[in-house]
């Protein structure tokens, strides 16, 4: 197979990179630094450059890992988010139709609002609160509107022992504060990049010599996220609990409130997704968050 990877530099992209090897020829590309295909450099915010890489690629898999993540500051920069998150799914959808591919692509609990009393299913209405989350559905309804091989795997609360994370902000500001305060109201599951990466090299494994069939049976939304339940405050003690044990300075945690720390975009407070569509359709189930974050601080 050929398999091309946007957003190669990210968190779950750098993992893809790692697991796919085994799979066929990986064309990664990211947006800073322009990794390139017949010179070409690829920009997420212009159609005409992702199209141009597709056609010369022929792929015969697109992974969509790239995203504008900025949260808070989607808010105000609403071009460029809706660009990456919205306009560039819809322009490889667009091209993976016109070349036979498959589009996998990831997206977010922020699609939802956060006012469930259970976790989310698939086909729970959508209500996004925030820049962010109206993009990445725009991107998300676009695919499905393609009419091309797709599948999309929504996620949550997502880090990695590199880049930019929640779980590298707290080993960071441990070592430098005496006290933590953590938002203890917003409930989800942590989800390690390294474990999403190898569910989709995976389920694209399983596909085999006959994936555009075993993919064409399976098209939809799935979500995918580690098992188990926690809040951002039960995260970053689980973080400081692991520093502890190695001797590193441990700050007092304090549980505070949304309210207590205000920003620009509105986060949903209930982010917990159901899994049971994703076991029935590929039989993978991810860990407990709590033993996947194990594995990924023992390096």
């Avoid at 597709?54 to 920069?77: F, S």
């Avoid at 996998?104 to 729970?124: K, W």
């Avoid at 409130?257 to 076991?279: E, G, I, M, V």
Wanted: glycine share 8%; net charge neutral.
């Amino acid at each position: 197979m050929k398999i091309v990877v946007f957003g190669a530099n990210g968190q779950v992209g750098w993992e893809l990179q790692r697991c796919l090897q085994p799979l066929g020829t990986i064309v990664a590309t990211q947006r800073e630094g322009g990794a390139t295909l017949a010179n070409q450099a690829v920009d997420l915010t212009q159609a005409d450059s992702i199209r141009r890489l597709l056609h010369a690629a022929r792929p015969d898999i697109i992974i969509n890992a790239g995203a504008y993540t900025a949260v808070d500051q989607a808010e105000k920069d609403i071009a460029t988010a809706t660009a990456v998150n919205a306009h560039a799914p819809a322009v490889m959808a667009e091209a993976a139709r016109q070349l036979d591919a498959t589009l996998i692509h990831y997206s977010t609990d922020y699609v939802f609002d956060g006012n469930s009393a259970r976790p989310y299913r698939e086909d729970d209405a959508p209500a996004p609160l925030s820049v962010y989350g109206s993009s990445k559905l725009a991107g998300e309804r676009a695919i499905a509107d393609s009419g091309c091989r797709h599948l999309i795997f929504r996620t949550t609360w997502v880090y990695a022992t590199r880049g930019k994370n929640f779980l590298l902000t707290m080993q960071r500001l441990a070592a430098e504060r005496d006290v933590l305060r953590v938002v203890a109201d917003q409930t989800g599951a942590p989800t390690w990049s390294r474990l999403l990466a190898d569910a989709t090299a995976a389920i694209i494994a399983r596909g085999g010599d006959r994936h555009a069939a075993y993919f064409g049976e399976r098209c939809g939304i799935y979500h995918m996220t580690c098992a188990g339940s926690t809040t951002w405050h039960g995260f970053a003690a689980a973080i400081i609990a692991d520093l502890a044990a190695r001797g590193g300075k441990t700050p007092r945690l304090e549980a505070i409130t949304t309210a207590d720390y205000p920003l620009p975009a509105r986060r949903p407070a209930y982010s917990l997704l159901d899994n049971s569509k994703l076991r029935a359709a590929f039989d993978l189930q991810l860990p407990d968050w709590q033993a996947a974050l194990h594995l990924a601080l023992q390096g």
